[in-house]
């Protein structure tokens, strides 16, 4: 088999589009902490992003490839499918998540920790202890979610402080909509496959009221990001705005549960953080621009 | 302990098992962090790991946790002399030999290089046999006498990482959790390969100076070596499958 067709192959396993999301709270937080932006920087920020998240999300996938033979919706994955062995896939993936590593020191420390603390929360807080055990085991997974804004405002600012962790938090907050509805779209993969998500065990107003609550969380954390660092209001309101919607649509729900309404969440759930980070920089130009003034 | 069953899954020995591995590896984080002291507890979880996965005790994996941490502390603060180490590989050495357990040597060892590079060359030449005879692989011992020369020459941090990341490996080797029936994950030698790669790369790094990659890439390493022997257990073994799905499983595994 070609080695073109393997490269292609551990791109399918690092997911794309989730990639695309995070590194899109890894650059807006960057942005947002004003970070400037520098050939260097940011060739480093995105091989991190593809080492620290692709490369960990993509070892998920060669630990769990038991679990991607059994799921519908997996089994087409590069090693269930048998495009690649376990083997190959492990060495590719564990090169991936040293380049990542690498790429994170060159800028500091505190980036570099953080895509280790992604590696240890995913693989083995979340993929080995928790997942298979506990319908909550997306608290832990959430933690990893979160660490790439914590490395893109430490890349900025050379430290993590309380900017970089309350981003990290509002990351973690967004993540149970985004998990729960789509777990309750492919409720009986979940099923078969013996993974308890609250969203496949509870009952729909149960996950409603915790997937609500969630996102009450993620708004009071945008809203003490905009006391804590003077700026953030466009994101904050955008956030309140749309977690509104949100609320609405959970409700209509919790009343009439149905996999196509859990879908319509899900794809409504990318855009809210994805509006998050990209306007928290404009904030901090915006208050830039008022202070030159 | 409860709340550490539900977490994990496992019953008794198996939740302290998963607990021990999470937490050397959060020790291994906190040196990445720039927490020196993270690199001489890793290992100190290591060696627990290692003792309660050889007797299958709670009890020794206790004594044993106390017993290092009374000389690591002692070592740190200066006021344990320098035989206490010795004495702490005596013990290994009687303990092991007597149980015919061969990775309760080697997790004494581990234990007792922390933080001294002549204990170190000398527990890990004695524990390189202890490795082949106790797998029964001859490469196994092989690969860690083959480290010996280098923690001797290397700094003390270097010798805790060998000693750690190679207790690691020894878990794998020897087959790991299977022997804690409490536990549902299982040991995967083929992630580890890369892992103690990883793991030696770092170690490498620190015996060459290089402190700054070696506190990154170590810590990667023993997650990633962590990893390894907290794979759960296969999905094939728990449900009940159509033959078609677990052909599919069988090709992926």
């Known amino acids: 088999m070609g080695l073109a067709r393997k490269l292609r192959a551990i791109l399918v396993m690092t997911k794309p ?20 932006p520098s050939l260097r920087l940011m060739t480093l920020l995105a091989l991190a992003a593809l080492g620290g998240i692709g490369g960990v999300t993509a070892l998920n996938m060669v630990i769990e490839s038991d679990i991607d033979s059994i799921m519908e919706r997996t089994r087409k994955r590069p090693i269930p499918s048998g495009i690649l062995s376990r083997d190959e896939a492990a060495a590719y993936t564990v090169a991936l998540i040293i380049v990542g590593v690498i790429a994170a020191g060159l800028i500091n420390r505190y980036v570099a920790a953080a895509v280790i603390s992604g590696l240890l929360f995913d693989i083995i807080l979340y993929t080995e202890i928790s997942k298979r055990n506990t319908p909550l085991n997306i608290l832990l997974g959430g933690v990893a979610g979160g660490m790439p804004a914590l490395g893109g405002w430490a890349a900025a600012r050379g430290s993590i402080d309380v900017g970089g962790l309350l981003l990290s938090g509002i990351v973690m907050a967004w993540i149970p909509m985004h998990i729960w509805f789509i777990s309750y779209y492919y409720k009986s993969d979940y099923v078969k496959a013996g993974v308890p998500m609250a969203s496949t065990l509870l009952p729909p107003k149960e996950v409603a009221k915790l997937v609500k609550a969630s996102l009450a969380i993620m708004v009071v954390l945008l809203w003490a990001f905009v006391v804590v660092e003077g700026y953030g209001l466009l994101a904050a309101s955008m956030a309140s705005i749309s977690s509104l919607i949100a609320y609405t649509r959970i409700s209509k729900f919790a009343v009439e549960p149905s996999r196509e309404a859990a879908r319509g969440l899900f794809k409504f759930a990318s855009p809210i953080i994805a509006m998050v980070f990209l306007s928290l920089p404009v904030d901090y130009w915006l208050v830039g621009k008022v202070v030159a003034l | 302990m409860s709340s ?41 979880f290591a060696s627990t790991v290692i003792a309660l996965t050889s007797t299958g005790s709670g009890l020794a994996a206790a004594a044993w946790l106390v017993l290092t941490t009374i000389f690591f502390l002692g070592h740190m603060t200066g006021v344990l002399p320098e035989y206490a180490g010795l004495a702490v590989v005596g013990t290994a050495i009687l303990w092991g030999a007597a149980s015919r357990r061969y990775e309760i040597v080697y997790a004494g060892l581990a234990a007792g290089s922390l933080g001294d590079p002549t204990i170190a060359a000398a527990a890990i030449t004695a524990s390189g046999a202890a490795a082949a005879a106790s797998t029964r692989r001859l490469h196994a011992g092989l ?48 992630l580890e390969v890369p892992a103690l790669i990883v793991a030696g790369a770092g170690i490498l790094l620190e015996a060459a100076g290089i402190g700054y990659w070696a506190s990154l890439i170590w810590p990667t390493g023993f997650i990633l070596q962590a990893s390894s022997i907290l794979v759960p257990e296969p999905a094939l073994g728990n449900l009940s499958l159509s033959s078609e799905a677990q052909e599919r499983l069988r090709e992926g595994s």
């Open chain 1, 17 to 36: 589009l989730q990639l695309m999301l995070l590194s899109i709270t890894l650059y807006g937080a960057y942005f947002a902490a004003g970070g400037k």
């Open chain 2, 143 to 190: 690969t860690v006498l083959s480290l010996a020369p280098i923690t001797y020459y290397a700094t003390p941090t270097a010798a805790a990482m060998v000693t750690a990341s190679l207790a690691f490996a020894l878990v794998v080797a020897s087959g790991g959790p299977a022997r804690l029936k409490s536990c549902p994950v299982r040991t995967d030698a083929m």
């Open chain 2, 4 to 44: 550490l069953l539900y977490w994990t899954g496992c019953r008794g020995l198996g939740a302290v098992y998963c607990a021990l591995i999470a937490a050397a590896s959060f020790a291994s984080l906190a040196y990445a962090a720039g927490f020196t002291l993270g690199s001489a507890i890793a290992p100190l």
